[in-house]
């Protein structure tokens, strides 16, 4: 499933989801977008393509057999393999040397996982009539796509493995995420190869042989003649669109490696797992067969993933090498599980070689134990030279009973008697030797549990200082958190004060300017009033009392005129 422009024109492109699968399953594919809730939540901003096509992987089912021209290669990388079952075979494609740390460190060549279900698969149904066709690899009218699989391998090296007897039985398939026994997650498609020791080979990509861009290489990655060393970082590059070669066994298939939110979904696998696209440019091409080999950065190094097949559009679903490797640390329960550098093969091959050589050296023989020992041992004993020389025979014959010999001599008996004892003695030393063995070994296998178990426990320990780094910088976030929030609010409990100081100087203000105004408001009431009594008494001489009573004397009225005044005689003019 992939995102994807198309149109019949520029003017007609449209965002559409593409989704390629068998037709057993299209119709599933189709009902699941026609749903109301799904419908509802893409919207009108994608449309719905399914292409009815199983995808095309690359896992040829020719009797082709694997070669291994060692003598030419210096690498495993793009070496094509053939992976038989009970008669049948698929062809796929060694992606490189993976190194598995459980108890020990071990090498595997990864490939595809696939060509094996695909083998497992082809055994369970009933045999195909020859005329019809032999594949279930999902290739329909593209099988005619099939590429010759020898002519790459003998133009880039010169000659045919088969004709010079180079058939190299590289070894078993251990492991394969298809019977990983999975629950849960996706499927990452890859098959171990457990390899004898002297085909371990390093993990290079042969030097281009244009000399600007050999001159390139070097200044980019460590160079060892004109090979570039292959790795693998930690986390996945981020890119949108990069150039990247396919390593084949026809040579390195140039190409671009983009991005692109793809993502596949094969059985037992019960989620998508995400994908990049490499596509070949005009003059590469990938063809059955290929599957499982690693797409790289020609110039650094790196390596992005392999791949494991192709859709309809021509582009090639590359498994990135990071998921790959953590899934295989999952079901293999191994404590680490990378690339291993060309030292490290050296050293691992160096230890296996040191192994097997001391497995074939016989244990040497009583005869071969120096004659000088046996001088000690009868010298030891302070016997008579002729006494000496007949022990030393006796010893020498273990078949020889020296009780039988000349009962009546008395050196005889002596010489039965020492003989026996010697023997008591050495099956005595056998015996203590027996039990110091099995002391021994079973002093090394409690060392080898606590060995373990300590591991377990520092690996624990691990993990639990791991969880308090964890808390600690947790706890560290939310106390900078805190502080940012008490900052904060400082920030604005100083703005609130600065807020109250400006409302009480406003406040002051107004009641300043209201008490003016008060001020000014009573000053005209007096006014008017004063004015009032001058028209109202004009001519007239007012008495006013303490009770407030005014008396016109002019006019000769008492009472209350309205107006209010100091007691005392006015005279209104």
């Not at 593409?18 to 939540?41: I, L």
């Not at 071990?106 to 009933?126: K, M, N, V, Y």
């Not at 056998?430 to 296998?445: F, G, K, P």
């Not at 109202?536 to 009573?549: A, D, R």
């Amino acid at each position: 499933m992939k995102w994807k422009y198309m149109g019949h024109s520029e003017s007609t492109v449209e965002l559409y989801i593409v989704v390629q699968c068998d037709k057993t399953v299209s119709k599933k594919v189709k009902d699941f977008f026609a749903q109301e809730h799904v419908a509802r939540d893409l919207g009108t901003d994608f449309r719905l393509h399914v292409v009815e096509e199983a995808l095309t992987r690359f896992a040829a089912s020719n009797d082709i057999r694997a070669f291994g021209n060692f003598r030419l290669r210096n690498t495993l990388c793009g070496v094509k393999v053939q992976l038989s079952l009970s008669g049948m075979s698929r062809t796929a494609t060694i992606g490189g040397l993976i190194m598995v740390t459980t108890t020990k460190e071990t090498l595997f060549g990864i490939t595809a996982g696939h060509p094996l279900s695909e083998l497992r698969e082809q055994i369970e149904e009933p045999l195909t009539p020859p005329d019809e066709s032999g594949t279930d690899d999902g290739f329909g009218d593209h099988e005619s796509e099939t590429l010759p699989e020898t002519g790459g391998e003998e133009s880039l090296h010169g000659d045919s493995a088969d004709e010079h007897g180079l058939r190299v039985d590289l070894g078993r398939v251990t492991h394969d995420s298809f019977l990983s026994g999975m629950t849960t997650g996706g499927n990452h498609d890859w098959a171990l190869i457990e390899l004898k020791h002297e085909n371990w080979l390093p993990n290079r990509l042969d030097a281009p042989s244009n000399s600007e861009t050999a001159g390139k290489t070097i200044v980019q990655r460590e160079r060892r003649g004109d090979v570039v060393d292959l790795f693998c970082p930690e986390q996945q590059s981020n890119f949108s669109v990069q150039p990247a070669v396919a390593i084949t066994c026809r040579g390195i298939q140039r190409g671009t490696l983009t991005q692109n939110n793809s993502s596949v979904l094969m059985y037992p696998g019960k989620a998508f797992v995400e994908t990049l696209e490499f596509t070949p440019d005009s003059n590469s091409a990938l063809g059955f067969g290929d599957s499982g080999c690693w797409v790289v950065n020609e110039l650094t190094g790196e390596v992005y993933g392999h791949i494991v097949s192709m859709d309809a559009f021509g582009e090639a679903y590359v498994m990135p090498i990071q998921g790959m490797l953590s899934d295989i640390q999952v079901h293999l329960q191994a404590e680490k599980v990378n690339l291993p550098t060309s030292e490290g093969i050296a050293l691992l091959q160096s230890l296996n070689t040191q192994s097997v050589t001391k497995k074939d050296q016989p244990m040497p023989s009583r005869s071969d134990l120096p004659r000088q020992a046996e001088v000690q041992d009868t010298v030891s004993y302070p016997e008579t030279q002729q006494e000496t020389e007949r022990t030393r025979a006796l010893l020498e014959n273990s078949n020889h009973d020296a009780r039988v010999v000349s009962d009546g001599d008395p050196v005889q008996h002596r010489l039965s008697d020492r003989s026996e004892l010697l023997w008591r003695e050495l099956s005595q030393e056998q015996t203590q030797h027996a039990h110091t063995r099995a002391n021994l070994e079973q002093h090394i296998m409690r060392v080898s549990e606590t060995l373990w178990e300590t591991r377990q426990t520092v690996r624990g320990l691990e993990c639990e200082l791991s969880h308090e780094r964890e808390m600690k910088e947790a706890l560290e976030r939310q106390l900078s958190h805190e502080r940012e929030m008490k900052e904060a609010l400082e920030r604005q409990l100083s703005n609130e004060r600065k807020v109250w100081k400006g409302l009480e100087r406003e406040l002051f203000e107004r009641e300043r300017r209201k008490g003016l105004e008060t001020a000014e408001k009573r000053e005209s009431s007096e006014e008017r009033k004063e004015r009032a009594r001058k028209r109202l008494h004009e001519g007239s001489t007012i008495h006013i009392n303490e009770g407030g009573t005014v008396f016109n004397a002019t006019r000769g009225e008492t009472g209350v005129f309205g107006i209010g005044g100091n007691k005392g005689v006015h005279r209104y003019e």
